[in-house]
């Protein structure tokens, strides 16, 4: 599966599991960690936990495998598929973390065209 195929999987199971303001960043020129970073959040612990089961299950289905996974039980869930890496938080941990700001010279990706299909 190509790169950006797994971040639209991934945005397309994050949208249908109503997680809300998904971001996708580009940080290829900015790091080795990954190509890029997904970013959502859920209004519940059991939304986050319920997003990030989508996620895993979506990309499973697809014959991609998670090569970490940090998180399972807390407000901030971490699936590393090495190119890309999902953030799946809680309001209140996203809104503490910023991972939007720590990131943000990297490209913002528009996702409105990962939703349409």
């Not at 612990?45 to 990030?52: L, M």
């Not at 299950?57 to 697809?62: D, F, H, I, P, T």
């Not at 953030?87 to 990297?106: S, V």
């Amino acid at each position: 599966m190509q790169t950006l195929d797994l971040v639209k999987t991934a945005v397309r199971a994050i949208d249908s599991k109503k997680g809300e303001n998904i971001e996708v960043i580009g940080i290829t020129d900015l790091t080795v960690i990954a190509d890029y970073f997904v970013i959502a959040n859920g209004t519940s612990s059991t939304q986050v936990k319920a997003i990030a089961e989508e996620v895993e299950y979506k990309l499973e289905q697809a014959g991609v495998l998670p090569h970490h996974i940090e998180g399972k039980t807390t407000p901030w869930v971490c699936l590393d598929y090495n190119s890309v890496v999902i953030h799946i938080f809680y309001k209140e941990q996203r809104d503490f973390y910023q991972l939007e700001r720590l990131w943000e010279d990297g490209n913002k990706i528009d996702i409105s065209d990962f939703l349409e299909d």
